[in-house]
């Protein structure tokens, strides 16, 4: 996986919960286990009494993570606005907002001695997660924003995912993004990732029946 410290980000939603389910899982017993410990550091950032990191906290506590948990103020957001747009390259409100916390976060991440961390970006883009996504007519439509959104995420997300991070020199790693998995994702039929609410079918319906696994449960039930 990588000979360099490294960890998971981890808001606490099913995405950055799920690869760091699926992470921890898989570190067990690899060569990074003998030479960085067994257990997986996990990172989240938020506003004091956040939700988000109530549910990141929840997850870690169920994964046994080594959780660190920051917080930012309004005030620290502002004044890193300057920096974030410079890195970022960007002047797009959403991406500066959401870069904003991570751009803060990356750098006391770093300070930890953490070169890697893997994140959870793109899984809304090739599932349709976004909620708007419930508005989609048939299949075709579905599908074809799907591949709108996957074409345009060099403009938004993976500059929050790549640019907010290497500021600090810290990568991230986005296993969602993976041309294979992506490649197979788009291979499977648009009609069975529609959110079907009258058949109980959700947002990212297939991703959260694919980890339901009821003998050795991923994740929390309500979260999955």
Known sequence: MTDVPFGVLLSGGLDSSLVASITARYLAGTKAAKQWGAQLH????GLEGSP?????REVADYMGT?????????QDGIDAIEDVIYHIETYDVTTIRASTPMFLMSRKIKSLGVKMVISGEGSDEIFGGYLYFHKAPNKDEFH????????????YDCLRANKAT???????????LDKEFINANMSIDPEAKMIKKDEGRIEKWVLRRAFDDKEHPYLPKHIL
């Open 42 to 45: 996990s990172f989240c950032v």
């Open 166 to 176: 290497s500021a600090w020199g810290l990568e991230a790693r986005v296993p969602f």
């Open 66 to 74: 080594v959780h660190h948990e920051f917080h930012f103020t309004v």
């Open 144 to 155: 074809r924003e799907t591949c709108r959104k996957i074409k345009a995420f060099h403009q």
């Open 52 to 56: 988000d990191l109530k549910a990141a």
